[in-house]
C-alpha cells in the first residue's frame, strides 16, 4: 500500500446534516488555543513549587485583597489582573467572566489547575455560555507535604466543550462554597486535523487491483489513529476521482460503515465507491479520495491502484466482483 496526503484546507463549508455531535477529542490530537497562568516548577532549593498565582494578583496573605479586571478578556487583559482565587466566605472573585476570540470546528477540552486549600470543601461551577455546557467539581481541601506550596494540594479538573464557529465566546467561573482557593493555570485546548491520512483503496490487498467497466463497487478505508477520528468525516462528501459512494435501497442509504479495517485498535472508515467505466486508465497509476468532515473542512489523499481490463464475454463484474490479473 501506497499513500500520500495531499492537502488539508480549512473550509467554509456547512455540512447538509447541520450541525452536528463530534467524538470527544483524542488527547494526543490537542492543540493549546490559550492559557491563563504558568505551569508551576519545583524549587530546587525547597523541592517544593513555587507560588501557585504569583502570576496574578496575588500580594500575598492578608486583607485587603487586591481589585481584579472582569471580564477577564484573554490575549488583551494582563495576567496580574486575573483573581488570584475566589473565597466564598469573604465574598470575593466568587463569579469570574472569560472572554475570548477564536473557534473550536471540532470542539475542545478546558482544563483547570486550583488549590481547593487546606480545610473544608471547594465547589466550582463552570458554565460555557456559548452552548449552557456546565460542569461542577468539588474538591476537598487537605495538605501537601511533599512537594505543595504552602501545603496547598493542586488539583486539575477538566470538563469537554462542543464545537464553535469563529467570534466571540464566554466562561463563567462560579465559586459556590469554601473559605478560600487559588488559581494555577487554565487552558483551553482545541482539536486540530492530522497533517496526513492513510487511506486503503480495495483494503487488504496488495497491489490494490480492479477492473474498471462500471459494475460493483470499489472499496475504500481511510484509516483512523491516534490524531485521526474518522467519525467526524462526512460520508456523503466522499469521492474517488469523482465518483461518489454506493447509494442503496428506498432511502438511498450510503454504503458507508465503521469498523477497525486495518487491526490496528482504531476505527476506520470504509465506503463503497460507485464504480463508472473508463473512470480511471489501464495500468498502474494513483487514485485521489476526497471528503469533508461535518465542519467543512476539506481533505484529501491517494494510494496507488491498478487497472485491469474489463473480462468480455463472461460474467464478470467491475469494481471488486471481477477475475483479476495485475502483474
Known amino acids: 500500500m501506497n499513500w500520500t496526503a495531499l492537502f488539508a484546507v480549512t473550509g467554509l463549508l456547512v455540512s447538509a446534516f447541520g450541525q452536528v455531535p463530534v467524538s470527544p477529542p483524542h488527547s494526543d490530537s ?54 488570584f482565587g475566589p473565597d466564598v466566605n469573604d465574598g470575593y472573585a466568587t463569579d469570574l467572566t472569560i472572554q475570548w476570540y477564536g473557534e473550536m470546528s471540532l470542539g475542545g477540552q478546558l482544563t483547570i489547575s486550583w488549590s481547593p486549600g487546606k480545610s473544608g470543601y471547594e465547589t466550582k461551577t463552570v458554565t460555557f455560555v456559548d452552548t449552557g455546557e456546565t460542569a461542577t467539581f468539588t474538591e476537598p481541601g487537605g495538605y501537601d507535604y511533599q512537594k ?8 486539575e479538573d477538566s470538563m469537554t466543550l462542543s464545537p464553535v464557529g469563529l467570534g466571540w465566546h464566554e466562561l463563567r467561573l462560579l465559586h459556590t462554597t469554601g473559605d478560600g482557593t487559588f488559581h494555577d493555570w487554565i487552558r483551553l485546548e482545541t482539536v486540530e486535523y492530522p497533517d496526513e491520512v492513510e487511506i486503503d483503496i480495495k ?20 484509516l483512523g489513529s491516534v490524531t485521526m477520528d474518522v467519525t467526524n468525516i462526512d460520508p456523503a462528501t466522499v469521492e474517488l476521482e469523482g465518483l461518489a459512494v454506493k447509494r442503496v435501497g428506498r432511502w438511498n442509504k450510503l454504503l458507508a460503515h465503521i469498523e477497525d479495517a486495518d487491526e490496528d485498535g482504531f476505527d476506520d472508515m470504509v465506503v463503497q465507491i460507485q464504480d463508472e467505466a473508463g473512470a480511471f486508465p489501464i495500468g498502474h497509476s494513483t487514485a485521489t479520495l476526497t471528503w469533508e468532515f461535518y465542519d467543512g473542512t476539506q481533505f484529501s489523499a491517494e494510494d496507488d491502484i491498478c487497472v485491469v481490463p474489463a473480462v468480455h464475454g463472461g460474467k464478470g463484474h467491475g469494481g471488486i466482483g471481477a477475475p483479476l490479473m495485475c502483474g
Open 148 to 155: 505543595g506550596w504552602e501545603n496547598y494540594p493542586l488539583v
Open 203 to 222: 483494503p487488504g490487498s496488495d497491489p490494490n487491483c480492479f477492473n474498471n467497466n462500471g459494475h460493483g463497487v470499489i472499496p475504500v478505508a481511510i
Open 30 to 83: 490537542m492543540t493549546v488555543l490559550w492559557q491563563i497562568g504558568d505551569v508551576e516548577e519545583i524549587d530546587p532549593a525547597t523541592g517544593h513549587y513555587t507560588s501557585y498565582a504569583d502570576e496574578f494578583n496575588w500580594q500575598g496573605f492578608g486583607y485587603p485583597f487586591p481589585p481584579f479586571t472582569d471580564p477577564f478578556v484573554v490575549g488583551t487583559t494582563p495576567e496580574d489582573e486575573f483573581a
